[in-house]
């Protein structure tokens, strides 16, 4: 567009760029063979035989990806202020996972075409010279992303009556016309402290038990929130559980600051994700007793636990077997994740042309000073709020596992060019 007579002459705009895509491409990574039915040899009660390895899928094909990208590259006062304003849409149709068969089938787990997901947002990047004089300079680049994540369809072997996935591993739950990555469970109304609030409950609900019949002082209290008829039965059930969070941000990105004095540079660089939640789920396993405590490692916050004695506590109370089911999926261990991260801080020293002509046998010479994942603020109290997935996959992403944190790394080092 800055080539266009009516912008050809102008002192402003040293470049403005109207740019779009469109294309198709293909996605076969799903191992080798995975449409045939596979046999393999095997000792079954001393005699030789051939067992289903692989259930074959006859209607297996290629996972196909559309993406659509428009955008605005632009650069101002020669070259003071520059960047790029994009949307995108990226649709794929077909999309493969692996699905959990009947046992009745004699495997476990099979390669399928199991629906479409759409991806859609916007991307903004921006980078400018605050401050340009002879010793001293500032730039600052910063970028943000907009992203909206959506399963659009799944196949009809793969959804109940209410429109969630089945036949899926990995922790999480799927559902049609939602976005990948939500969690679905229980509402918490803080932990009883009262026995006659609990006996109140059991008397009004038809069952006789409000919520479980080990449920007890300290445990959490869940909301009975609907029945069969979409209102409250006086039970607390799968149907009680609704949306409890979302582990996509509404929006990341990071920014980057670069300072220079005479010879000396300054780096920093910030990550920041805004919106997003996150499953404290080692912080539920590893403060509840489900199996014989021989063998188990605890997190330290037990120590700090629910007793007649201590009614502040978060924890819920310490007991064998969990029969409240404490560590049910619920909205009592979903926090907010937004955070602010400081990435990498380099200083640098790099030394003048007129001292390396004097050495005679040096190009260039430099000394640096390097900090990595220096500090973090977030609200969060886990390790790490960036925490991405509990199996591996987009289905149990948010999850904190107790993953080893990132680590500060310092660097010191000389640079050096003949």
């Known amino acids: 567009i800055s080539e266009e007579s009516f912008l050809e002459n102008s002192t402003f705009v040293d470049e403005l760029k109207l740019r779009t ?62 960047g790029t304003v994009a949307y995108y849409t990226k649709e794929t149709v077909d999309a493969l996972f692996a699905v959990i ?5 004699g495997n476990t787990r099979a390669i399928a075409n199991v629906g479409s997901t759409l991806n859609e947002g916007f991307e903004i990047e921006l980078a400018g010279h605050i401050i340009k004089s002879e010793n001293f300079n500032w730039t600052l680049s910063f970028n943000i992303t907009q992203n909206k994540n959506t399963l659009e369809s799944l196949s009809d072997d793969f959804v109940d009556d209410e429109g969630f996935a089945i036949g899926f591993g990995g922790g999480g739950r799927l559902r049609v016309g939602d976005p990948i990555g939500l969690f679905y469970g229980y509402v918490s109304d803080g932990l009883f402290q009262d026995q006659a609030v609990i006996d109140a409950l059991n008397t009004a609900s038809p069952t006789g038990t409000y919520q479980r019949s080990g449920t007890s002082l300290g445990d959490i209290r869940f909301k009975d929130i609907s029945g069969p008829d979409g209102v409250p039965d006086g039970v607390v ?3 009680d559980q609704q949306i409890i969070g979302d582990t996509q941000p509404d929006f990341f990105g990071g920014f980057n600051n670069t300072f220079t004095y005479k010879n000396f540079s300054l780096q920093t660089f910030f990550t920041y994700s805004i919106g997003n939640d996150i499953q404290a789920f080692s912080l539920a396993t590893d403060t509840r007793f489900t199996t014989p405590f021989q063998g188990e490692n605890k997190n330290r916050a037990v120590l700090d636990a629910w007793t007649p004695t201590n009614t502040s506590a978060i924890i819920p109370r310490l007991v064998y077997r969990d029969p409240n089911l404490n560590g049910r999926i619920s909205d009592y261990y979903i926090y907010k994740a937004s955070f602010l991260r400081l990435s990498t801080v380099n200083l640098n020293y790099s030394m003048s042309k007129e001292l390396l002509k004097k050495m005679n046998f040096l190009n260039s010479a430099s000394l640096f000073f390097t900090v990595q994942n220096l500090v973090t603020f977030t609200s969060y109290s886990g390790s790490d709020p960036e925490a991405t997935n509990l199996f591996n996959n987009d289905i149990s992403s948010g999850r904190d596992n107790n993953r080893f944190p990132l680590a500060k790394t310092f660097t010191l080092g000389v640079r050096i060019g003949f």
């Open 101 to 105: 068969l009947p046992g009745s089938t």
């Open 237 to 239: 059930n799968n149907l």
């Open 21 to 82: 895509s469109y294309g198709i491409t293909g996605q076969q990574e799903f191992g080798d063979y995975a449409w045939r039915t596979l046999f393999d040899t095997e000792n079954y009660g001393g005699t030789p035989s051939i067992i289903l390895s692989q259930l074959g899928n006859d209607d297996l094909k290629w996972e196909t990806t559309r993406q659509f990208d428009l955008g605005v590259d632009f650069s101002f006062l020669k070259g003071r202020l520059s």
